[in-house]
């Protein structure tokens, strides 16, 4: 997983609250077992002219040429909600998108977000407003996301502070998803197996008959 420390990018104002999983990424267009190509069925509901179809929808956000190839999406409260489906966090990602900005996300939703490198970055509802506002107004529709200091700003400066737990800022910065995180605990996981040997060797020896040896 890719280290985040600070973005500027394009940024897209799709302020719309409870935004779910299979609006993100609709069940249809998860096509492939190992979860590829999901870039093009993103949003494909809102994206497209009709459900099939690969004909854009001009009005959507991501179809306007100022908001093309961006990679911040400023998102309204709820984002994520409905299903528990990775694939639209795979989605986002493999689109473009390293950060989303927004009231507040579903739960595993965020979780995901920080498994897959993608900053879940929470404001208020006031300054998901005004950021959006600001994008539309802007000549540049950009944003710099900035995890280290957990600030979001504009070119001109102008700046919000935004939320996000220490451990998932830290995962974000040594660019590791869970398995990563886990193995840097090795040392500390062995040491405990090792001590859980002498208190239970009972437990091992019985591991030992079904599985082969204990190790």
């Not at 609006?23 to 069925?41: F, H, Q, V, W, Y």
């Not at 694939?87 to 900005?101: K, M, N, S």
């Not at 208190?199 to 040896?213: K, V």
Request: proline residues 6%; glycine residues 8%; aromatic residues 8%.
């Amino acid at each position: 997983m890719e280290p985040f420390t600070t973005l500027t990018a394009v940024a897209a104002p799709l302020l719309r609250d409870n935004i779910d999983t299979d609006i993100i990424i609709p069940s249809r267009e998860m096509r492939d077992p190992l979860g590829r190509g999901l870039a093009e069925g993103l949003f494909a509901g809102w994206r497209y002219t009709a459900i099939g179809s690969r004909d854009p929808d001009p009005d959507f956000v991501l179809n306007r040429p100022r908001y093309a190839d961006a990679g911040i999406l400023v998102a309204g409260a709820n984002i994520g909600c409905g299903s528990s489906r990775e694939h639209a966090v795979w989605a986002l990602a493999q689109y473009g998108f390293r950060a989303v900005i927004a009231p507040s996300f579903n739960a595993i939703f965020r979780g995901n977000c920080v498994a897959n490198g993608i900053v879940p970055a929470a404001v208020t509802a006031a300054a998901a407003a005004e950021i959006a506002a600001l994008l539309e107004s802007a000549a540049e529709p950009m944003l710099t996301v900035d995890l280290e200091s957990r600030t979001i700003t504009t070119p001109s400066d102008k700046l919000w502070r935004f939320e996000i737990g220490d451990e998932a800022r830290e995962a974000l910065m040594l660019g590791l998803d869970p398995i990563g995180q886990t193995l840097l605990l090795r040392d500390r996981i062995a040491a405990f197996r090792e001590a859980d040997r002498e208190r239970r060797g009972w437990a091992y020896s019985a591991l030992a008959d079904t599985t082969g040896p204990a190790q």
